[in-house]
């Protein structure tokens, strides 16, 4: 077996996958209308600084929860921007277990403590 013929194969496998055809599609439609590309790109720098803000242990304030929730409500509210974050996560699902799948065999090669 040719790990590289595999890898090739499954890279096929998920470009022809519904999750990505999906993804693809909408954000093709979002990406041509800049009032909704703006939506999605705030939501996502929200996302972002969330994120930033949990991972060195600060607590979100009442006020990025309100953004948040503003700009949920925005992306909600448009039936294109939200099939975008509904094909971003069934999307974002699959290539999560594809890598778990992978690290389960990397993760036996690479040692636990350096």
Same mark, same amino acid.
């Given at each position: 077996?040719?790990?590289?013929?595999?890898?090739?194969?499954?890279?096929?496998?998920?470009?022809?996958?519904?999750?990505? =055809? @999906?993804?693809? /599609?909408?954000?093709?439609?979002?990406? %041509?209308?800049?009032?909704?590309?703006? &939506?999605?790109?705030?939501? #996502?720098?929200?996302?972002?600084?969330?994120?930033?803000?949990?991972?060195?242990?600060?607590?979100?304030? =009442? @006020?990025?929860? /309100?953004?948040?929730?503003?700009?949920? %409500?925005?992306?909600?509210?448009?039936? &294109?921007?939200?099939?975008? #974050?509904?094909?971003?996560?069934?999307?974002?699902?699959?290539?999560?277990?594809?890598?778990?799948?992978?690290? @389960?065999?990397?993760?036996?090669?690479?040692?636990?403590?350096?």
């Amino acid at each position: 077996m040719n790990v590289y013929e595999e890898a090739h194969k499954l890279s096929q496998a998920i470009k022809e996958s519904n999750e990505y =055809k @999906e993804f693809v /599609e909408v954000k093709k439609e979002v990406e %041509a209308n800049p009032e909704l590309k703006e &939506i999605v790109d705030e939501l #996502l720098k929200v996302q972002s600084s969330l994120q930033r803000k949990l991972m060195s242990g600060d607590m979100p304030t =009442k @006020e990025d929860e /309100e953004t948040l929730g503003a700009i949920g %409500a925005k992306v909600q509210a448009n039936p &294109i921007t939200a099939q975008y #974050l509904q094909a971003q996560a069934r999307f974002g699902i699959m290539a999560q277990d594809v890598e778990k799948i992978l690290a @389960e065999t990397l993760g036996e090669l690479v040692p636990l403590k350096l």
